[in-house]
């Protein structure tokens, strides 16, 4: 676990302070009362599992225009995330104040178990509104999930740029080189992206099928992943968080990236507010501030895809005819049920075939390992 406390000294009074946040922009008296209270409280706690290159633009703006607001920001995996506040909670111990992670369904299990509380955030009328569930979780990105791959070995115009036209080259023996993906029995957000894939296309097992005669890599994190690629240890990797694909293909140009054509599942990294929050006051407003234009322009600067309607696609937005959002909601919580769970995990090993024997686990050995999902 990163820990990483950000802090800011404090300038000369509270009527500038406020004066630099624009009270106007998020919701006038209101915004400037939290505000205020929010000096009080004088900082609050977040976990999540953004990385720090992701965050940091976000965190030094905020303290920008809330100076005596302390933001300490605790990084760790999903699962570390859930595990760690659900403990905190049920023993009665100090926890996060803001919960913000990309492992959709166990934030949705949260919030579902009265963990959050209800916030009327001023950016609500520029959400769509498959990034809101119940006023207490709040869809803060739109991440597509891409297709990556090798270009010294696949050029652009071989790559596959669908799911269909992926599984036809693997069954054709057009791809020549193993394909990376998430292990569906370890991984949460592996899970997450091959039940959507079983909702979306009812060829995703015979795909799997064909991903499984590639002897394929598994892998738990997309850092590993694209690790992988980058150093040709896999041709392509499938299901992959566009966002990091993107941040990595800036340093090297040797990664491709394909957004499918047919369709592009997008995934949203949930924030709420702890119902038993010590400050929820500079929560809310750290929240308000992940949901406002200029928040949400920051996120784009680092491949955070923007969730709000007013704000201009960030680099490598999915295309709207194939976006095919993952709806912030109490559908995810089919994906905790646990025969549910057993039962796809189980179709996806079986299909996957028993020759996958280049597992995730020897190939993060010989990798320099990350803390992303």
Known sequence: MLRRQLLMTPVAGLVAGCARTDGARFGGLEHAWRARAAAREGGLTVYANTGDAEIEPVVSAFHAEHPKVRVDFQRQNSAELYQRYLAERRAGKPSADLVWSSAMDLQIKLINDGYAQTFDTPARAMLPPWTIWKSQGFGVTAEPIVFVYDRRRLPDARAPRSHAALRQMLEAGQLKGSVGLFDTGRSGVGFLYYSQDRQAWADTLALTRAIGKTRPHLYESTFTLLEAVTAQQILLGYNVIGSYALERQQEDPNLG????????????????????????????????????????????????????????GGVGKAPGASARPIEVGPSLLANLDQMRRRRLVADWREALGPDHVDDYRRVRDSLVTGNRP
């Not at 990236?257 to 929820?280: C, G, H, K, N, W």
């Open 257 to 312: 990236l394909i957004f499918p054509e047919d369709y592009t599942l997008v995934m949203s990294r949930i924030a709420f507010i702890s119902a038993a929050a010590r400050r929820p006051n500079a929560a809310k407003l750290f929240l308000d501030f992940l949901l406002s234009v200029k928040g949400q322009r920051l996120l784009a600067e680092r491949n955070l895809t923007p969730v709000r309607n007013d704000v201009a």
